[in-house]
């Protein structure tokens, strides 16, 4: 299986900051990534796809790259409602679905 | 638009059975690839099984002979029968639609709300 690796696992931010996560595949799977917020006690909400695709409603200020193993998340402002857990996701056609550890997004 | 919600969960002894469901609205879930995602108490994400549009189904090598994914177009729900459950299967249960672009399914564009799944004695 490939392994997902996030880093860093707990960030510290204020509002209005530029915020990056990363993720690491154990080997390419291409563009095949997505990326997802989650608030305590809610279910996961996708933001991109395809590495890069922001899903529709999804504000601008999030943005992702990255190709074959190494991936990025980016907030460019840090807004209160982007306080959570971010979540990436590879999806290889012949892999199984797998997600990285999570990083968690706090008030610095 | 599209709703998921998942009922069934519970307190149920090591060694016993459950049956989650997922009642779907907005679209079929003969349509698309639909999948079942878990989340331990304070922990990360997991995939648990898939099953395809052709009726084909995967799943993770930690309840792979345990647990089995199902649906039923007539009801529009999936399903996942779970058995020989053990602690380390206590969980959210969540139900997800998985989206398809660019050629490719496999990402989680909707989901439900989740289920707990408790297994203690």
């Known amino acids: 299986d490939i392994q997902m690796t996030q880093s860093p696992s707990t960030l510290s931010a204020s509002i209005g900051d530029r915020v990056t996560i990363t993720c690491r595949a154990s080997?390419?799977?291409?563009?095949?990534l997505a990326w997802y917020q989650q608030k305590p006690g809610k279910a996961p909400k996708l933001l991109i796809y395809?590495?890069?695709t922001l899903e529709s409603g999804v504000p601008s200020r999030f943005s992702g790259s990255g190709s074959g193993t190494d991936f990025s998340l980016t907030i460019t402002s840090l807004q209160p409602d982007d306080f959570a857990t971010y979540y990436c996701?590879?999806?290889?056609?012949?892999?199984?679905?797998?997600f990285g550890q999570g990083t968690k997004v706090e008030i610095k | 638009e599209v709703q998921l919600v998942e009922s069934g969960g519970g307190l149920v002894q090591p060694g016993g059975s459950l049956r989650l469901s997922c009642a779907a609205s907005?679209?079929?879930?003969?349509?698309?690839?639909m999948s079942w995602v878990r989340q331990a108490p304070g922990k990360g994400l997991e995939w648990v099984s898939v099953?395809?549009?052709?009726?084909?189904?995967k799943y993770a090598d930690s309840v792979k002979g345990r647990f089995t994914i199902s649906r039923d177009s007539s009801k529009n729900t999936l399903d996942l029968q779970m058995n020989s459950l053990r602690v380390e299967d206590t969980a959210v249960y969540y139900c997800?639609?998985?989206?398809?672009?660019?050629?490719?399914?496999?990402?989680?564009?909707?989901w439900g709300q989740g289920t707990l799944v408790t297994v203690s004695s």
């Open positions: 997800a639609r998985e989206g398809y672009s660019y050629g490719l399914t496999g990402y989680f564009d909707n």
């Open positions: 907005g679209f079929r879930v003969s349509d698309k690839y």
């Open positions: 395809k590495a890069f």
């Open positions: 099953i395809h549009i052709g009726g084909s189904t």
């Open positions: 996701q590879q999806y290889d056609t012949y892999s199984p679905r797998t």
């Open positions: 080997r390419s799977i291409s563009s095949w």
